[in-house]
T-cell receptor, first 115, second 115 residues
Framework: DADVTQTPRNRITKTGKRIMLECSQTKGHDRMYWYRQDPGLGLRLIYYSFDVKDINKGEISDGYSVSRQAQAKFSLSLESAIPNQTALYFC??????????????FGEGSRLTVL | AQSVTQLGSHVSVSEGALVLLRCNYSSSVPPYLFWYVQYPNQGLQLLLKYTSAATLVKGINGFEAEFKKSETSFHLTKPSAHMSDAAEYFCAVTPLGSSASKIIFGSGTRLSIRP
């Protein structure tokens, strides 16, 4: 089983619908992240969390919200989806002890299409 | 502000040829430097990283990268390409002393291997 699991892997929805992407990890890491990948733009940080009580906005948080339900679970919500939120979304974790030199461990991605 | 530039959004080489993927960063202080690889329908995984130790860094699958401070570069190489190397490659930087949440990804280079 993957260390970082994302559900769903693929989702097609309509404009205005609420969508939740879920992420769970078995690596025991405190730090979790949500990224968005668009062709030619690399990965951009949406939100990150250093522990259950710590949530921080990233570069592109508008239109998104997150919830850290437990150390191992971090979900991303789109309250009212719009077509330009069509993208590939990744959850990632990192080890607090490694700091900025630490490796990010990624899930396999959730492809979201908003019609 | 810190930035990272990957020259060439698409690189194509013949099987057995040298692979060279270019990455330059902008920073007066050398940051932490990373190369990640993304195989089709998968998340990113770490190939190698530079954290101010040896300037020539060896990674998985025969890849290596050399940190050159004078050129602010961290190019990725592999002496002999294999069909299984076809993937997208991302260079990334984290400012020295920062947390992993400050990582900045390049726009990616898609590597194709010709038989």
């Amino acid at each position: 089983d993957a260390d970082v699991t994302q559900t769903p892997r693929n989702r097609i929805t309509k404009t205005g619908k609420r969508i939740m992407l879920e992420c769970s990890q078995t690596k025991g890491h405190d730090r979790m992240y949500w990224y968005r990948q668009d062709p030619g733009l690399g990965l951009r940080l949406i939100y990150y969390s250093f522990d259950v009580k710590d949530i921080n906005k990233g570069e592109i948080s508008d239109g998104y919200s997150v919830s850290r339900q437990a150390q191992a679970k971090f979900s991303l919500s789109l309250e009212s989806a719009i077509p330009n939120q069509t993208a590939l979304y990744f959850c990632a974790t990192s080890d607090l002890r490694q700091g900025g030199a630490g490796e990010l461990f990624f899930g396999e991605g959730s492809r979201l299409t908003v019609l | 502000a810190q930035s990272v530039t990957q020259l060439g959004s698409h690189v194509s080489v013949s099987e057995g040829a040298l692979v060279l993927l270019r990455c330059n960063y902008s920073s007066s202080v050398p940051p932490y430097l990373f190369w990640y690889v993304q195989y089709p329908n998968q998340g990113l995984q770490l190939l190698l990283k530079y954290t101010s130790a040896a300037t020539l860094v060896k990674g998985i699958n025969g890849f290596e990268a050399e940190f050159k401070k004078s050129e602010t570069s961290f190019h990725l190489t592999k002496p002999s390409a294999h069909m299984s190397d076809a993937a997208e490659y991302f260079c990334a930087v984290t400012p020295l002393g920062s947390s992993a949440s400050k990582i900045i990804f390049g726009s990616g280079t898609r590597l194709s291997i010709r038989p």
